[in-house]
């Protein structure tokens, strides 16, 4: 009898809560994430205010709850760009080799032994911060991760039976690439964007707390944490339930993508 998975369930469980609280937050909040109330100025945790507010007034549950909205599009988006691409390059590179398999990679090899936070800081410096900004640098900077790990499953596929089998048959590159190797490659495909999305929440945090993610009114969890600088000792709520949540998420990834590593043993 197989043992249970309890990272993946851990994790899944973890991430759908914070999926779940992120999209009712798009929708819905307890008050405006952006409303002030100077008669509120840094509340401390109570019934009316569950996570306190801020140096305006502002209702922090209301902003965690927006902000962590933000972060999972951030966190989808990249991955998305990084994923489809790198798979891309990735399968075409691996099925063929050659002399495109040799560029490619080294260009890959160029691009991964640089810090990706590093690249994605001086992109953003040079395309000036947002959140659409964010997200091509960091989907762009995500493509060799994806590249190497596709590329891998494919040159171990490429040799098995049943795609030769498949070439026998008369079945084209294309068709045997992605109907046939690439499903076999789905969980490593599938811990890859476990990971990624563990990275870019990660990396838009990082960036929105120096200033260059998401700009205000507009909440963000990075960019909490950076304004509660000021209150820390005064009203230290205001970066507690931003730095949970930052913590939360990035465990509950982690855990899903020791999950599903679990499952390729």
């Known amino acids: 009898m197989k043992k249970r998975n309890y990272n993946l369930i851990i994790g899944t469980s973890i991430t759908l809560f914070f999926l779940a609280a992120a999209v009712i937050g798009r929708f819905w909040t307890p008050y405006g994430a952006t409303a002030m109330d100077s008669l509120s100025v840094n509340l401390a945790p109570c019934l009316t205010h569950p996570m306190g507010t801020d140096n305006f007034g502002r209702d922090i549950l209301s902003r965690v709850m927006n ?4 972060t999972f599009f951030v966190a ?3 991955v998305l760009i990084g994923g489809v691409f790198g798979t891309l390059i990735g399968a075409v ?3 063929y080799g050659g002399w495109l398999d040799d560029v490619v990679m080294r260009l890959n090899d160029m691009l991964l032994s640089f810090p990706s936070i590093l690249l994605a800081l001086i992109v953003i410096s040079l395309m000036g911060p947002g959140r659409y900004n964010i997200i091509l640098a960091l989907g762009v900077l995500f493509i060799p991760s994806f590249a190497r790990i596709v590329r891998s499953e494919v040159i171990r596929c490429r040799e098995l039976d ?3 089998s498949a070439k026998i048959m008369g079945a084209g ?3 045997i690439i992605f109907l046939h190797i690439l499903p076999n490659a789905g969980v490593s495909i599938l811990t890859a964007a476990a990971i990624g999305f563990n990275n870019a929440v990660l990396a838009e945090a990082s960036m929105s707390y120096l200033g260059l993610g998401i700009q205000p ?6 960019r909490m944490l950076s304004e509660a600088q000021s209150y820390i000792f005064n009203a230290p709520w205001y970066a507690i339930f931003p730095g949970i949540t930052i913590i939360l998420i990035i465990l509950g990834f982690s855990m899903v993508s020791e999950g599903l590593r679990t499952l390729q043993e």
């Open 173 to 175: 590159d294309f068709r």
């Open 67 to 70: 902000g962590s909205g933000s």
């Open 162 to 164: 049943f795609v030769k």
């Open 93 to 95: 590179t691996g099925y």
């Open 76 to 78: 989808v988006c990249t």
């Open 217 to 222: 009114p507009e909440p963000s969890l990075g």
